[in-house]
């Protein structure tokens, strides 16, 4: 018996395999690109972004201390700090000053590098290394390092070499644990992978897991460096005469707050390069990582 039920255009062209008539394009409003979950943005729209995020603290900056709006002796106007600047500058004090804390800080972080990294490694990649590693540094990096000082002190002395052992305390312990769980984070397949092959132990280590880490390795040290600046200032204000921390303190104690706030500006500027240093190094050394970060 035939069938007595409508038809549609639409169930005619599904029953004959064809496509819809049209479906209309969902419209997109203007700017949903910036907010888009793990999307990408324009160049151009990415570095506005980056320029207003500086641009507009600086003027509500001027505009409390220009008018007058904001204690001058907490809070100086941008001239005045520009002032103190120079002023230490043609002083002689302030390079000095950030040479020393740079070769505190490189010093310190790459001792702690070239230690954490091959032990975290070691971690990662061998259970007995975890076990007989990662009690004691999961213990020491839970102690405040300011509560470190009085011991460093008594062991290193007062000169540069307990300022580079805070930095490195500071540092070392957090890292080596980063390590290990970037080294744990490389797929079982791919390690099971090079062993069906015929990979051995050596060949599994040096050239399969370290290749594999080295981005995320990368991004350890990233981090980390911006610890051993916080460090710096902590090693700094110690028995000692020069250095960023050293200027602050200086800046304190006299309630210079111009001085205070080129300290303040001149480590944030300091690390900012070094963050800069290390995005832009790394597509060279890895690039097979994925990039697609900020």
Known sequence: MASSLPTTPAIENAAAGAAPASVTP???????????IGGEIPRP??????AASFILPLLLW????????????????????????????????????????IYRIGMGFLLSAVLAIPIGILMGAYKSAEAAHE?????????????LIPLVMVVAGIDEAAKIALIFIGTYFQMVLVVADVTRQVPRDLLNAARTLGANGRQLLFNVLLPATLPGLLDTCRTMIGWAWTYLVIAEVVATSSGMG?????????????????????????????????KLIQPRLVPWADLNKN
Not at 248 to 275: C, H, N, P, W, Y
């Open 45 to 50: 729209a990415y570095t506005a972004i980056a």
């Open 62 to 101: 001027c505009f409390f201390t220009y008018s007058g709006r904001a204690n001058a002796l907490v809070l100086p106007t941008p001239t005045r700090v520009w002032n103190a600047a120079i002023e230490m500058y043609q002083g002689g004090t302030l390079l000095p000053d950030i040479q020393i804390s």
């Open 26 to 36: 969902t419209r997109r409003r203007p700017g949903a690109r910036l907010f888009r």
């Open 246 to 278: 050293y200027m602050l303190l200086k800046a304190q104690r006299f309630s210079r707050s111009d001085e205070m706030f080129v300290g303040i500006i001149i480590l944030g500027l300091l690390g900012l390069l070094t963050d800069i240093a290390f």
């Open 135 to 147: 009690p004691l540094v999961g213990f020491i990096r839970y102690v405040p390092v300011p509560a």
